[in-house]
């Protein structure tokens, strides 16, 4: 997906995209946002939120013509460059992360580095 500039912010692949557009649906419409929040042992963790009012610094990153992702802002130099993908495994399901700035992850896996 690219930015209004045509600059490649992160790839969302398709079953990410098709459990965005669920999480979407199920949530009447509003959007999601991805962010980082300070969390764990190797300092970083991404944070996905539903919200009906993104805020205004949010970039916006159209996934799909139905399907709209908000990046908090000072949080996109991290995730330029990132995949998004949604993974099932019979014991968890969710949306998981690679990130080919990421340097390290912490023992449990709960965070990681840049």
Do not use: W
Not at 11 to 29: D, F, P, Y
Not at 31 to 59: F, I, N
Not at 72 to 91: C, H, K, P, R, W
């Amino acid at each position: 997906m690219k930015d209004k500039n045509n600059q490649d912010i992160l790839t969302v692949t398709a079953k990410a995209e098709a459990s965005l557009r669920a999480i979407i649906q199920k949530h009447n419409g509003a959007s999601v946002r991805l962010s980082l929040k300070r969390k764990g042992c190797a300092a970083l963790s991404y944070m996905m939120s539903c919200v009906t009012d993104p805020c205004d610094l949010d970039v916006q990153v159209k996934v799909s013509g139905d399907v709209t992702l908000y990046i908090q802002s000072n949080a996109l130099m991290f995730i330029i460059g990132l995949t998004m993908d949604y993974v099932e495994d019979g014991v968890r399901s969710g949306f998981v992360f690679h990130n080919p700035k990421e340097k390290g992850r912490c023992g449990c896996g709960s965070s990681f580095y840049v």
